[in-house]
Every structure is written in C-alpha cells, then in structure tokens.
C-alpha cells in the first residue's frame, strides 16, 4: 500500500483520503494484534457483525479507493 501511495502522490484527494483510512485501519488492527495477541471487536450493531472502528476505516478507504478507480476508468473512457 505504501508504495502505491508514493507512486500515486499527486492523485485526486478522494483516492489520497482511500490510502490514508486504509493504511489507518491495517496499523489499527496490525498494533491491536501484536499488543494483545487478538483484535477486539467492539461495535455491535443488531442485524450486522460485530465489528472495531479499524474495521471502518479498512472498508471506507477500500470504497474510496474503488470510487476513485471507478472514477478514473470513465475519466479515461471519455478522453478515447
């Protein structure tokens, strides 16, 4: 990841925020695991997994990076 954000430095800043929440949401839960050996999951919502604020920004950074792929994709099928 980090070395894909270095090659993508001047990309939009939806796709800098996507690399900012995931690499947030991999050092949460990778310092969670080395700390107490397991990653707690503490957000419990009825009808939904049980789930830690690491866990969010993981999936929020994946959709924003998405988007901005997505995004990018029809920027590009527009210039052809």
């Given at each position: 990841v980090g070395l894909w954000w270095q090659r993508r430095r001047d990309a939009h800043r939806m796709e800098q925020v996507g690399f900012v929440l995931l690499a947030a949401g991999a050092l949460g839960n990778g310092l969670e695991r080395l700390a107490r050996g397991v990653v707690v999951d503490f957000i419990q919502i009825h009808g939904?997994?049980?789930?830690?604020?690491?866990?969010?920004?993981?999936?929020?950074g994946v959709a924003l990076l998405g988007w901005a792929l997505w995004q990018e994709g029809g920027a590009a099928e527009t210039r052809t």
């Amino acid at each position: 990841v980090g070395l894909w954000w270095q090659r993508r430095r001047d990309a939009h800043r939806m796709e800098q925020v996507g690399f900012v929440l995931l690499a947030a949401g991999a050092l949460g839960n990778g310092l969670e695991r080395l700390a107490r050996g397991v990653v707690v999951d503490f957000i419990q919502i009825h009808g939904w997994p049980v789930f830690n604020f690491a866990d969010v920004y993981l999936t929020a950074g994946v959709a924003l990076l998405g988007w901005a792929l997505w995004q990018e994709g029809g920027a590009a099928e527009t210039r052809t």
